[in-house]
């Protein structure tokens, strides 16, 4: 999708700090990272957000996850550690292309804000 900062990403046509890549899945640092581990986690497909993810990509959630908790072990986050999606501005939204935030290495406080 023109003008998308994530797709940019994924086409390797903008710079970022890759820690995983496979067919349908990116995951990069997060450029202004909330926590000690912060890694955004990213369908290649141009997927706006939650609310516009139709049921043949089902499976990309489930694989986000699995590529979330491998990437927990390496960082030896397992004490804990959160998975965020923003959807919708009032949520925080701030990129129109799904991603998933991993968040780990310090303690996270409940409820968010
Ligand atoms: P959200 O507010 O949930 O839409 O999250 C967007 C996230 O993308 C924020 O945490 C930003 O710091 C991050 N971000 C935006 N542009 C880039 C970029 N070029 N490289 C890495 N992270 C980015
Ligand atoms: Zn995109």
Do not use: Y
Request: with cysteine.
């Amino acid at each position: 999708m023109d003008g998308c900062i994530f797709c940019k990403i994924a086409e390797k046509k903008l710079d970022s700090q890759i820690v995983h890549e496979d067919s349908e899945v990116i995951a990069f640092e997060d450029m202004n990272p909330q926590a000690p581990v912060h890694i955004l986690i990213v369908p290649k497909k141009h997927i706006i957000d939650l609310l516009h993810l139709s049921s043949t990509d089902e499976g990309l959630i489930g694989k986000i996850h699995s590529v979330a908790k491998r990437i927990a072990k390496e960082r030896k986050i397992e004490k804990g550690f959160r998975i965020i999606c923003n959807c919708g501005e009032e949520a925080g939204e701030s990129v129109g292309h799904l991603h998933f935030h991993l968040l780990g290495g310090r303690r996270l406080e409940w409820p968010p804000g």
